[in-house]
């Protein structure tokens, strides 16, 4: 089981020296080959962590990271490099994410320059054919991160991360910052540059129906851990979890008005996600709950598979806790 413990400093306003934040708490997950892994919570709920995690762009405090069967955990940082190569992530900005004094030949061509590539015709032409992978033109080499749409911008970044021909991508937010129409678009990219290149996706967001487009299976965090892990259509059309049931009521219709209307109804769950810091004793859901019992506020409920393929940690479903009322959650 997987965890991140960040010990905080002092100087917080809110947080007293040594206090710890529980951002990733024990998750256990296996992503397959060749899949769309959707990571679906709402912000503070460790989804980032956990990607950072997988990939080690930051240290576990607790657990273990299996790549191809072998335990990257405490790999050197020698070992570690040809690793990267393997592993990338694709961030929400893609402006932040470029430097903005680099051409952007310079900055699709820096991670191979990074791995020892000398900055030559070969890896030029490396870098056009790969800006013509994600659907720019060659011309855009020679230009600047500030003279791109946003959309292109994250073309340019998935040149980047792609570069290195990776297997694993964790994509964080990759498609939140953009309009609707340019979502779709980069999207579709991804799921053809899957396709072509044989890419294994972590697709991490907060936009429900972005990941129910391109996922295959979709996890649910919840303050550091995985409540419920299904393949899509089970998530969405059977959801077990009674947090999962509440996100996806959330959902807006397929084309709400604007952004504006997208983002008041995206999240409607009751009440405040209680801090990191303090985690609620028992289910960690259980201060929102409508389904709570007694038990609930002691134990906290394992993740267990009720279906096949088809996990969640709710006392609901469990034949030992599962009060007579609640016989529709079975169902
Ligand atoms: Fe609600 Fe209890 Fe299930 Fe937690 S374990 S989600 S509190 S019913
Ligand atoms: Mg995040």
Redesign the pocket.
Known sequence: ALSKHFTLGGGGLFRRPGETLRAVDGVDLRIMEGETLGLVGESGCGKSTLGRLLIRLIEASDGQVLFDGADITGLPPAKLRSLRRAMQIIFQDPYGALNPRMAVEDIVMEPMVIHGAKPDAAARQRVAAMLELVGLPRQAALRFPHEFSGGQRQRIGIARALVLRPRFIVCDEAVSALDVSVQAQIVNLLQDLQREMGLTYLFIAHDLSVVRHISDRVAVMYLGRVVEIAPKAAIYDAPM???TRALIAAVPAPHPAGRAARRAARLRVEGEMPSALNLPPG?R??TR?P???AV?RSVS?PLREYAPGHSTA???HDPQHRPAATEEFAA
């Open positions: 979890h009674p947090y289910c859901f259980h709950c389904h709570a019992m609930c409920p709710c006392h609901l």
